[in-house]
């Protein structure tokens, strides 16, 4: 009998002719205006930033696979997302050793730990996040004022808190000549990606003309923040800021499209993407309105993605049930 050769692969595993260096690179794309607006607000140290963090997430990519003795998978496109969207979640101030050490927690402590691409069950980049905000918080929670068209390569730039920050800590009259439209345009503190919601959801638009991602996760997520603090901003306008200031601060917009969205951490079927999502929202929710951290996204997202084995074996058992019930009938 002749014997047949199996191709092995890993995920993610898209149904479609796009390699993975395709998907890759259309996402690293679709993160391009959001990248384009961070420089346009914050001058040339984004700009270093974004380069940097991307240099180091393809480099500690490569050390990684010569140390595994794997294929090198640097250039697939993978660790240029990483690297992006990790930049995008940091102030615009941050000094380069500490982008640094949040490439190598994405990558190596993050990624590779698991076995590479496909096997991580927690996004790289909010790992990173998150690491460099517990170790690093003062240097991870000044937020440079934004300055367009700055061409220096200063860091000492003029700081203030966050939208979310000055509503966590002072109060909602706190927030003065804030408007909705500071938060959609980006003329506002936060993380180089958080700032620049039109830019955002340009990004977005691309990934769902290509098909790479649904609106069931972000559209369960931003819903389900929406409708919560809705409901205690309807209880007490005078303490709880509106449902649209929580759409246009923080990371809410780039987590929900760009991070919620990974096709190796979130769950497979439409029912687990509706609790993935809900449950994503529910928490970021929960930690704005009362936690002792201003933002929520990033844990949110790493919270639930511990789950998406439990929701992704629930659905395959399932489906397994019922499909037996089926044979039995027959």
């Not at 409901?231 to 917009?253: E, K, N, Q």
Request: charged residues 10%; neutral net charge; proline residues 5%.
């Amino acid at each position: 009998m002749e014997s047949v050769k199996l191709k092995v692969s890993y995920a993610p595993f898209v149904r479609s002719s796009d390699s993975i260096e395709s998907v890759m690179y259309n996402v690293a794309l679709a993160l391009a205006p959001a990248t384009v607006m961070s420089v346009y607000l914050f001058g040339m140290y984004a700009l270093v930033l974004n380069v940097v963090a991307i240099l180091s997430c393809i480099g500690f990519e490569w050390l990684m696979d010569k140390a595994r003795k794997k294929p090198a998978s640097c250039l697939d496109g993978s660790a240029l997302v990483t690297g992006l969207l990790l930049a995008l979640n940091v102030p615009a101030n941050l000094p380069l050793w500490m982008i640094v050490v949040g490439s190598f927690i994405a990558i190596a402590a993050t990624k590779h730990v698991f076995g590479g691409l496909g096997y991580n069950i927690f996004n790289p980049a909010l790992v990173a996040r998150v690491f460099l905000l517990i170790s690093f918080p003062a240097a991870m929670t000044s937020w440079p004022v934004p300055a367009p068209f700055s061409l220096g390569l200063n860091v000492d730039m003029q700081t203030a808190a966050s939208p979310l920050g000055i509503l966590k800590t002072d109060g909602l009259e706190a927030l003065g000549s804030f408007t909705l439209m500071d938060g959609f345009y980006g003329t506002m503190n936060g993380s180089l990606g958080e700032t620049s919601a039109i830019a955002l959801l340009a990004g977005a638009a691309w990934l769902l003309y290509k098909r790479y991602i649904t609106l069931t996760i972000p559209l369960t997520l931003i819903g389900s923040v929406f409708l919560f603090t809705g409901i205690f901003f309807l209880i007490d306008p005078g303490t709880y800021a509106s449902p649209l200031f929580h759409m246009v601060t923080g990371g809410l917009i780039i987590g929900a499209f760009f991070m919620a969205t990974d096709m190796v951490t979130s769950p497979i079927s439409m029912r687990g993407q509706l609790i993935f999502g809900l449950g994503c929202g529910l928490l970021t929710a929960i930690i704005r309105l009362w936690g002792g951290y201003p933002e929520g996204v990033s844990f949110a997202i790493l919270i639930m993605n511990g789950f998406v084995p439990l929701l992704d074996r629930w659905d395959q058992n399932d489906q397994k049930a019922k499909y037996q019930k089926k044979s039995e009938k027959a």
